[in-house]
């Protein structure tokens, strides 16, 4: 179980990752896998966009405290599963 859950947040944080990285490409806002990747990560990164909103329209700080929760959320199931 603790395989289960460590791959499951390694995938959605390297989802994360890219989704943030490819904002910053234009031209990949339309491929198909970024899409994908949209779909599954942007409601996530939306909640924490309500918590700090993007400085000045362009300067995003959101992620942060997301790949931070995600980390938290991590730790904590791991440690019931222990």
């Given amino acids: ?3 289960i859950i460590h791959y499951t947040f390694l995938v959605y944080t390297l989802m994360l ?3 943030i990285l490819g904002s910053w490409v234009p031209e990949l806002a339309s491929q198909p896998w970024m899409l ?4 599954f990560t942007d409601p996530y990164l939306n909640f924490f966009r309500k918590i700090i ?3 000045g329209g362009v300067l995003d700080l959101s992620p942060i405290l997301a790949f931070f929760s995600l980390q938290l959320l991590e730790n ?5 599963f222990r």
């Fill in 1 to 3: 179980m603790f395989q």
């Fill in 17 to 19: 990752a890219v989704r």
């Fill in 36 to 39: 994908l990747i949209g779909q």
């Fill in 53 to 55: 909103p993007p400085i």
């Fill in 76 to 80: 904590f199931l791991k440690s019931l």
